[in-house]
């Protein structure tokens, strides 16, 4: 009855800038992409709300800690 059962996997090791190409169209994604790598142009606040406005749900502090690479794509 409990074959297989094991703990949830902590989403801590993981990026939602990274998990986004899952969920968006590969056209999409080098879009989202290329607006996350612009920080002039989309402070992360102004991306965010940006996306929200378009159903895509990112928070600022997920792109910064991206543009800081400070978050799981950058982890060794």
Known sequence: ?????????????????????????AEDYAI????????????????TNALRQRGVSIADTTLSKHRQRACACYRG
């Open 32 to 47: 989202f992409i290329a607006a996350v790598d612009d920080k002039d142009k989309w402070p992360a606040k102004t991306l």
């Open 1 to 25: 009855m409990l074959e297989g059962l094991e703990p949830p996997k902590s989403k801590a090791v993981y990026c939602k800038v990274d998990q986004m190409k899952n969920t968006l169209s």
